[in-house]
């Protein structure tokens, strides 16, 4: 193994272990239900990742709770429907869920103690 090949292989794995030890360091733990995980946070917990939304995002997510389609919220906050996906993702992203069904789980209670 040459010295160019010791270098690859010590900056692949030092990627790896960064990775690794951010993934820990960020891993929100929960429980699985029939439509996604139930995450194991306190109602204190959920109201600060909630605040960590931008008001966009905020307006976007307390539609999606409402039950309207991505499509209804765009034509709500009068944006395009990109625009919209794009604060979805970013919802998703910030709240450590993947689905429609897993935000309703975890966070409706937060909007409807006003703590959004």
Do not use: C
């Amino acid at each position: 193994m040459g010295l160019m090949d010791k270098i690859k292989k010590m900056l692949l794995k030092s990627k790896f272990e960064t990775a690794e030890l951010y993934e820990k360091e960020t891993t929100i733990f929960g429980s699985q239900t029939s439509y996604g995980k139930k995450l194991n946070l306190s109602p204190d917990e959920k109201s600060k990742l909630v605040k960590n939304l931008t008001p966009r995002e905020k307006e976007t997510f307390l539609i999606l709770l409402g039950g309207y389609s991505l499509k209804e919220a765009a034509k709500q906050l009068g944006i395009s429907y990109s625009t919209a996906n794009t604060y979805q993702t970013a919802i998703y992203k910030k709240l450590h869920v993947n689905s429609r069904a897993e935000l309703i789980i975890n966070f409706r209670d937060v909007s409807e103690t006003g703590d959004g």
